[in-house]
Each structure stands twice: as C-alpha cells, then as structure tokens.
C-alpha cells in the first residue's frame, strides 16, 4: 500500500519525472510519481504520430546522469524517430527499475496548499488524497493539446485524430480522403506519411512555416567523435551554450556580408540538416528584422527550387514572421510532397474555414468530403498542463487566477503565494527554446539540491519574494524585448489560444545565462527566497538580474579580453586604444550629408563635424560634445550616436573637437564649448541651420560641457539656447556620489578611471567652479528645458540625478530618465545593443520638441 503522506509528489514520468524519480530515491526522500499514461516517456509516449522525430541530434538529446547509457545505448540515426525515443525512455526505467516507483493511469484532479500543516494534499483520479512536503509538476510543456477553435469540429462523423494524441495501434489512411488541419511541426512531419498513403490529402494552412530537411542518417560523426574524447567538456559546453547544444556562437552580422556570401554560409549550414546550425549562423538574425530577412530569403528561396508549381511555393512561404520567430521545423519531403497530384494546399487566409460538416469541410466557397481529418493544431504550450491541475495556493488563490494575464514565476521554476510548489521547464525558463534534456537535469538537479538543503537546514518551506518575482519577470521581458520574437503570432507567445495572455513564456536569454542566474541564486544564499522552518527563517531578498541582457553579453565578452585598464595608460595611449576600439563598431544609420569643418574656438580653431538631416532645410542645430572625460576623443568620435540623433530628431548635429586635457586643461573644453555655440549660432544660416532653433548636447565629459555651455551663454548674454540634451554627464568634481562607489568596478567607466579623467582636467580647488562642476552653480534657474539621461549602472548617476533634481529645483523645465539596466556607454551603442534603442527615440523626441 503505497504512502498518503510522503516528502515529495510528482507530476509526470516523461524524462523530466524519471530524472526526478532516480534522484529521490537517491538522496532518501519518501514519494509518489503519477503519471497518466501507461507508460513513461511523456510527450514521446503521446506523440505518436506518423513522422514523429526530435530535432536535437541523438548525440544531444539524450541524459547526461547516468555516464553508462553512452555505453549500453546506441542510437541508430541523427534525429531519433518517436518509436526509438520511446525505447530509450522504457531501456532507461528498467535499467533503475523506475517502473517500481510511477503509479500509471493516475492523474491528479487538484492540489491545495495547507498554511497550517505546511503540506500540499494531492487529489488523484483513483479518488484518493496524497498529503506531501513538496509538490514538483514535471507535466512537459507541449502536454495539453489545443482545443479546436474551429466552428462545427463535434459534427464530423468520419475519423478524427489529434496528432499529439495519436492512436496507439497506428492508422492505416490506404485509400482514404483526408484533411490535414495545420502546418506547425506536428503537421509538416506527419503530412509526407499520410500523402503516401491517402487517396487524396488536403492541406489546410494558416500560416506557412519556414522547416528544413533532417538530412537523417547516422549521428553526426564530428559530434560523436568529440564526446568520445572528452564527454565532460562536451557536456560542460552544452550546459553553458544558448541552446543546450555546444555550438559556437556566431559573431558574424548577416547585414556585413553580401547576400551570395551569407546564401553561401547559410547553404552549408543546411547541409549539416541540423536546425540549430542554420539559426546559428548570423549573431544577429533574431535580434535585428533586416538580418533575419536575409535567412528568411533563403528559406524561401530553397521552397521556390523544390515546388514546382510557382504559386503553391509561394503560398508555403512564410513572409509575415520572421526566421525563428516562430519554431522552425525539420522534415523530410515536406515540400516536395505538394507536387504530387492527389495533394492539394488550400491556403486559409483566403479560403477560411467556415465549418466542419458531417461529411466534410466548408471553406471558402467550397465544400469537401473526407473520411479522416487530422487536427495538427497544437498545444496550450508551456501553462496549460500546469493550470489545468486546479493548483491552488495560499489565502484560496489558484494558480490560474494569478496567472490570468500571464505567467509570474522565479526563474521560471517556484511562484509566490506558491510555496514549496517547483515546475520544470516552467514558464520564465529556457525550456522549449533549449534542448529540453539539458534543461530538465538542470531543474532536477536545482530541485534535489534544494530539498536537500531545507531537509538539512530545517527549513520546511520555500517560497520566492514578490521583488525577486517581478524582478525576473523585468529580466524575461528586457530579454524578449531585444529580440524579433514579439512581433510573430506564436505558441512562445500564447497566441495560438484564444483568450491566452500575450507574453513570451520561455526565457529567450540563453541556458547558459540562465543556468548562472540560478547558481548566483543559491550562491548567494537562496537570493531572492524565503525559507522558514518551525524555529527559524531566512529572506536574502533581492535581484538577481538587473543590467540589461545585451549589456551584460557585451560586459562579459569585454571580461574576456583581459584588457589593461585605461587609468594605466597614458594619455597618447588611451586616445589610440579609444580610437582602435571606435574603429570595429557599426557605423550608425545613413543621414543626408556628413562634413568636416573648423571652426572658431576660445583659443584658436577647432574642427568640427556636420551631420545633415535627409530632409530639406534649413533645420534646427544641436551643438553636441563628445564623451572621452576630457582627454580623449573628437569631433567624430561619437559618430554612431550623431548620426542616430540626426536621423531621428531631423536635426543638424554639430559635433565639436573642443581641446583635451592634460594638454588643455580646465577651463579650456568648457570656453571651447562656450565659443562653439557663438561660432555656431552666427554662422546658423551659410551651415543650413536656424539661428533662432540652437540648443546643445552631449554626453558624459561632453555632457558637462554642454551644461556649462548652457550657464556660461546663460551668465553672459550668450545664445538663447532652445533647450539642453545632457546624457550621463559629469555634473560634480567636488565629492564622491554613492553611485561611484556602488557602480564603481565592472562597469566600463569605473571610479578610479573617472578619477584619472578628473586629475588631467582640474585641480581638486577648479573642480569646486561651476565650469567644471555645474552643479555647484549658484542658481540654475533660467537655464533652457532639459532632457537629461542617467543610467542605473553608471558611477556618474547620482551626480546626473542630482543635477536633474537641481534643475527642477529652479524652475526649469526637465524630462529626466534613469536608464534602468543601464551602463555609462551602453546608449551610445548605436547597432550594437538593441535596449539602448527606446533611451535614443527618447532623446531624439526631447530634442524635436525644444524646437518645436
Ligand atoms: O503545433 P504548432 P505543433 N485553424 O502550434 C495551425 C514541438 N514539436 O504540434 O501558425 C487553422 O506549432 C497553426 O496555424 P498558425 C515544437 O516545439 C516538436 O505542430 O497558428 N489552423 C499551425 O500551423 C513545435 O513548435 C517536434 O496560424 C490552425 C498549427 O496549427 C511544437 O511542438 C515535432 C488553427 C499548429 O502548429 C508544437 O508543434 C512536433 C485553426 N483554428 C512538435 N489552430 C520535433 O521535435 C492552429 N492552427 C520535430
């Protein structure tokens, strides 16, 4: 007679669940394992399909825990067919008798959290209640099939099947009419099968999917090779990869190479039939919709040279999402499968479905007859097995409810008011975006290691905070939010259920980050979770990720290079390492015209460089000074960012090289500004400008000199000045801010290189004057509207912040924003950095709007 009251129950013995199991056992945990199956094996036991097939390579989609199985498995081809990934799957639960320890055809009808006992109470299908410490859904995340959306599906009296549903026994379609509804994966493996058989097979298309063929043979041999010299390393890589597949990462733009060379790159990445590899071949076709174009053009131009017929290759070309937006498919004869006579494609968008009959289909103008339809219409992805378990937490609330308008999770794998409740693979994880088995021993093995914890600590509940929950949710979205991902109407996004809330449900950060997230989580001591025993609690509240993700790659890319630091430099050296690293950036958006100048400055000439909007003129002028701390730097040195504000405010941007330190040194950039702005607003018109429409900009030292500019024209009669655009700037010399000492390391611009900067520019006494620390200023009012931007990672916030409070102090109109996630360079990353793209609109619409 099994327990009704036990350490741990799980939901679940696909591969996710067996994992578990073994690892219970283990580590000496009491349990019950339901599963509503006959059988283990999870979505390989359901999907059963004809066609069916994983698209990892064998040599990947595999367990990792038990280091024998590379030597009693062998699998027989590259992408392993349902029927052997089912053997595996069973070859596995007999070899640690997992068989002994899952309850089969149980399903759990609910589960409630009891506050008082501390215990979850299972509710099974056998009608019996399972009282347990911690309760783990290892419910897969492609389980639920979607409901059909489709009007009249109940009235059909022929066969219907649901692919991830298929019947045990197979299905014999010889000689029979049949309707496929669908072109996800499900769909395109499965329609070459049933087309050798039907009489007649039509195809009813939604959406066209971008699918590439398996190449299926044996395991990769490269592959093969490598794990057999150094099965560790492999897998090391692998857990730290994007995706759960050691591949290197690609650091080639699709938009630096011609079309023939990235067709030529892409070509031997589809050779490989591997679909990772074609994914992985530009760093930057998820990220930026003119890079993904270039593959999506590809892909359809390999459908065009399969389909003869030019129109039905059209239709099976997908033009409205883009390259991976939507999960890719692997297939084999897919597309030549519409050039056989008995298959019709019937395109949706033009024909929709406007019922299914007793007999048939309704379309379009049209009615058609069928013995058998094939519903390939997918899943309620990633939520629905978990919510359809009627899960309910503390004070009453379900899991459903809180997850109305999307799923809340830390790390994708606890929830709060949810406690001692673990999903794997849940929503927030990488999951479906990774090779799932990398990802479930991963959440297996972060599970036991924290049950254990607790049984040693004696803690017996967990339960994430409210600020680490948000928190993660932010680190979801800012991932999804640099990515194209959003802009397809996918299953990632909960579009493919009516009513489903649209987010990106899996974490689109990378394994390998992810896998850190959770590492620094326990690191540092369950950040982000209460634990509470009877006696005793524990509550390290706090975030684990707060930069920007595109930033931190590029912190932890820079980590790398083990670049001496600029403070150790001298000045010549600095200016070229400065220049060396300008040199391998992207250029930044096209304007109208770039010219070089001179100009007037307080000591003899300076140059200067213009950037015309493509607009006809004459437009309003941004005076801008560069960033460099004084020192280094030039009238060309912020290029991108110019062109960026040119392009995107239609203003004339000025760029000034005012004179450097240690050979100029205070007052010097500052009367340099100053005599900018004079030369600028009497030459306005022979430059195409607006006298009358000046304002001026800049960023860090540039920023400082803009700002003094602003209160020396302010002071002295200057240039009415329309308005002050001052990013990160140097606004105080004079004492340290909490912000130097709290973003003082790591962040590029670090304290000890700020204080190099200062110790060229000024003396400790010249940093107390307002031309070098224009927050010293005795008054600021009566300086023009300000947009001034500071960055959350930035040593020189506070004094930004503070300078923004100032203002507002005086009167002036200001629009501040602290760049969350931030660091003191990452907006002038023009091209590179995708989440600094909203700062610069921003900045952009503040600088239209002082002319305005
Ligand atoms: O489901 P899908 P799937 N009327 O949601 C269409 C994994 N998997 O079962 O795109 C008409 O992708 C829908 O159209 P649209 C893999 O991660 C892996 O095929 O919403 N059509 C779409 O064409 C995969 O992504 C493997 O416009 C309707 C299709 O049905 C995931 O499972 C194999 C409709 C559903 O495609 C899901 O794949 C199989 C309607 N009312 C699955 N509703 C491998 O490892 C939906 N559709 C290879």
């Given at each position: ?50 066609g069916?097939r994983c698209d990892i390579a064998t040599t ?15 699998w027989s081809e590259k992408h392993a067919a ?106 395109i493996q499965?329609?070459p ?17 971008f699918s590439m063929p398996a190449f299926n043979g044996p395991p990769p041999q490269d592959r ?42 892409l070509e031997e990445a589809w050779q490989k039939g591997e679909l990772l590899s074609l ?20 892909m359809?131009?390999k459908?065009?040279s399969v ?21 890719p498919c692997m297939d084999t004869g897919y597309f030549e ?516």
């Amino acid at each position: 007679m099994a327990q009704s009251d036990v350490d741990v129950v799980v939901v679940g013995a696909g591969f996710a669940g067996m994992y578990l199991l073994h690892e219970l056992r283990k580590t000496g945990f009491s349990y019950r394992v339901l599963e509503a199956g006959d059988d283990v094996g999870g979505t390989w036991y359901w999907n059963r399909y004809p066609g069916a097939r994983c698209d990892i390579a064998t040599t990947d989609y595999q367990y990792t825990w038990d280091p024998e199985l590379h030597e009693q498995w062998q699998w027989s081809e590259k992408h392993a067919a349902q029927p052997e990934i089912l053997r595996y799957a069973q070859f596995v639960a007999k070899k640690h008798d997992l068989y002994s320890g899952i309850e089969f055809n149980t399903r759990v009808d609910g589960a409630q959290w009891n506050e008082v006992a501390k215990r979850w109470s299972i509710h099974t299908s056998t009608g019996e209640t399972i009282t347990c410490q911690h309760y783990v859904m290892a419910t897969g995340c492609l389980s639920v099939p979607k409901e059909p959306d489709i009007n009249g599906t109940e009235k059909f009296t022929g066969n219907v099947y649901v692919t991830g549903r298929w019947p045990h026994e197979g299905v014999d379609f010889t000689g029979k009419r049949v309707a496929v509804i669908g072109t996800g994966s499900s769909g395109i493996q499965s329609i070459p099968h049933i087309a050798e058989q039907a009489k007649e097979l039509v195809v009813f298309q939604r959406t066209p999917n971008f699918s590439m063929p398996a190449f299926n043979g044996p395991p990769p041999q490269d592959r093969v090779e490598r794990l057999k010299a150094d099965r560790a390393t492999y897998e090391h890589e692998a857990r730290y990869s994007g995706t759960g597949v050691p591949l290197e990462d690609s650091t080639v733009s699709a938009l630096s190479v011609t079309q023939d060379e990235a067709f030529e790159m892409l070509e031997e990445a589809w050779q490989k039939g591997e679909l990772l590899s074609l994914g992985n071949t530009f760093m930057d076709s998820a990220i930026n919709r003119k890079a993904n174009d270039v593959v999506a053009e590809f892909m359809r131009m390999k459908v065009r040279s399969v389909v003869k017929d030019p129109a039905v290759a059209e239709l099976l070309s997908p033009y409205k999402h883009g390259y991976g937006t939507k999960r890719p498919c692997m297939d084999t004869g897919y597309f030549e499968t519409f050039n056989k006579p008995h298959v019709r494609l019937v395109d949706l968008n033009a024909q929709p479905i406007r019922s299914i009959t007793e007999t048939g289909i309704d379309f379009g103008k049209e009615s058609m007859e069928f013995d058998a339809i094939v519903y390939a219409t997918g899943f309620d992805a990633m939520t629905g097995a978990i919510v359809s378990a009627n899960i309910t937490g503390k004070n009453g609330v379900t899991l459903k409810s809180k997850w109305e308008h999307g799923p809340l999770t830390y790390l994708g794998l606890t929830s709060v008011g949810f406690p001692n409740l673990y999903m794997i693979t849940g929503p927030g994880s990488p999951s479906v975006l990774s090779n799932m088995m990398v990802s479930i021993e991963q959440h297996v093995d972060w599970i036991r290691d924290t049950l254990v914890h607790m049984r040693e600590n004696s803690f017996d509940t967990i339960e994430p905070t409210p600020l680490a929950e948000e928190g993660w949710r932010v680190h979801c979205t800012d991932c999804a939010d640099i990515t194209i991902f959003q802009e397809a109407n996918s299953w990632y996004m909960g579009a493919n259920v009516p009513g489903k809330p649209r987010v990106m449900f899996p974490y689109i950060g990378g394994v390998g980050r992810y896998r850190m997230a959770c590492e620094e989580v326990v690191a540092k001591g369950y950040l982000g979770f209460e634990l509470a025993g009877s006696t005793k609690k524990q509550c390290n509240d706090g975030l684990v990720r707060q930069v920007q993700p595109d930033v931190d790659m590029v912190l932890d890319f820079i980590s790398t290079l083990n670049l001496p630091a600029m403070e150790t430099m001298s000045p010549t050296e600095a200016r070229a390492f400065s220049e060396a690293s300008s040199a391998m950036r992207p250029s930044g958006p096209e304007v109208g015209e770039i010219t070089d100048g001179v100009l007037q400055g307080a000591d003899g000439e300076l140059q200067y460089r213009l950037y015309r909007p493509a607009t006809p003129g004459p437009h309003p002028i941004a005076v801008y000074f560069h960033g460099g701390g004084w020192v280094f730097g030039s009238h060309t040195s912020d290029d991108p960012l110019c062109r960026d504000l040119c392009a995107q405010s239609n203003t004339l941007i000025i760029s000034v090289n005012y004179r450097h330190a240690p050979e100029a040194p205070f007052p010097a950039a500052a009367e340099d500004g100053f005599a900018a702005l004079k030369w600028v607003h009497a030459n306005a018109a022979a430059l195409g400008g607006l006298a009358e429409k000046i304002a001026v900009a800049g960023w860090s030292a540039g920023g400082n000199v803009a700002a003094v500019t602003a209160q020396m024209s302010r002071d002295t009669g200057g240039p009415q000045i329309s308005g002050q655009l001052l990013l990160c700037p140097v606004t105080d010399g004079s004492h340290q801010h909490g912000s130097h000492i709290e973003n003082g390391e790591r962040f590029i611009l670090t304290k000890s290189l700020m204080e190099w900067f200062w110790n060229h520019y000024a003396t400790p006494e010249q940093r107390k004057n307002p031309q070098a620390s224009p927050l010293l200023a005795s008054s600021l009012a009566g300086l023009p509207p300000t947009m001034l931007v500071t960055c959350q990672f930035d040593p020189l916030r506070d004094e930004g912040n503070a300078y923004a409070r100032a203002l507002m102090q005086a009167g002036v109109k200001v629009e501040h924003v602290e760049a969350r996630g931030h660091i003191h360079t990452s907006i002038t990353m023009v091209d590179m950095l995708p989440s600094g793209a909203p700062h610069r609109r921003e900045m952009a619409r503040a600088l239209r709007g002082f002319f305005s």
